[in-house]
Nanobody
Framework: VQLQASGGGLVQAGGSLRLSCAAS????????MGWFRQAPGKEREFVVA????????YYADSVKGRFTISRDNAKNTVYLQMNSLKPEDTAVYYC???????????????????WGQGTLVTVSS
């Protein structure tokens, strides 16, 4: 699976962005999908994830109520709608795909097998 993230950019605090992650191949629906982010000088951290059929979603506390993940398996694409953005949301955002089955794995970056190249989100104050 190859992943291509897009949609990043510069936005003012309080604004919105929508990230997309397009996947190649015919097996997209067999992968759980996640978004992680990495700010300068910091570890890559979990943001949000969605199960294969969209039946389950998981959010980091820092983005709950502001970010929404969704996917369209017919289009091989996962989306991240980011609202009420804050300067601390500034980071490179990565999408990732994994075929694990345990709910406890969604937040663990080591459980994801494929990663996109990242897209930069900058939120100005």
């Amino acid at each position: 699976v190859q992943l291509q993230a897009s949609g990043g950019g510069l936005v003012q605090a309080g604004g919105s962005l929508r990230l997309s992650c397009a996947a190649s191949g015919r097996t997209f629906s067999t992968y759980n999908m996640g978004w992680f982010r990495q700010a300068p000088g910091k570890e890559r951290e979990f943001v949000v994830a969605i199960s294969r059929s969209s039946s389950s979603t998981y959010y980091a506390d820092s983005v709950k109520g502001r970010f929404t993940i969704s996917r369209d398996n017919a289009k091989n694409t996962v989306y991240l709608q980011m609202n009420s953005l804050k300067p601390e949301d500034t980071a490179v955002y990565y999408c990732a795909a994994g075929q694990f089955y345990s709910g406890s794995y969604y937040r663990n970056k080591s459980r994801y097998d494929y990663w996109g190249q990242g897209t930069l989100v900058t939120v100005s104050s």
